[in-house]
């Protein structure tokens, strides 16, 4: 059956950042739907995150296309260029290859949800406002400099 049951599937807040920057991720709640609906092309999560939380630390991926639909409340898009608000039926597209670090925060004071659609990461990706890089070809998050965590 086509129909996905949300309450299903397990809601968890891990994420691979090392420390220091783990800690930050402790408001974003997620749901893996693409491996449930056994969709291999591409990876869809339902997010939601808590006041004060943030989607990701900022960045950009080098061969990672990624899409937005924001489903109810509201967050503040970063980006290079500055902040934008997105609200419920609002999207955001993130082409691969473009040099623009972006995230979400959440700064109201109730939850906002949104589908997070994306490749799984096969190529680098770039954090530009912290000292972290994570190389595809391993799979580690790195210093800047290329050494490890």
Known sequence: ??????AAIPQTN??????????????????????????????????????????SQRHWHEGED??????????????????TILRAGECAAFPKGVPNGHHLRNRSDQDCVFLA?????TTDCHY???????????GLFTHKDGSAY
């Open 14 to 55: 891990r994420t691979g950042y090392p420390e220091p920057y783990r800690d930050a991720m402790d408001k974003r709640w997620y749901r893996r739907i693409a491996p449930v609906a056994r969709i291999e092309d591409f990876g869809v999560s339902h997010v939601v995150l808590r006041p004060g939380g943030i989607s």
């Open 117 to 121: 659609i994306g490749k799984t990461a």
């Open 128 to 138: 530009p406002d912290v000292d972290m890089h994570l190389d595809a070809a391993s």
């Open 66 to 83: 990624e899409f937005v639909v924001m489903l109810s409340g509201e967050a503040v898009l970063v980006e290079n260029e500055g902040e």
């Open 1 to 6: 059956m086509p129909k996905i049951d949300l």
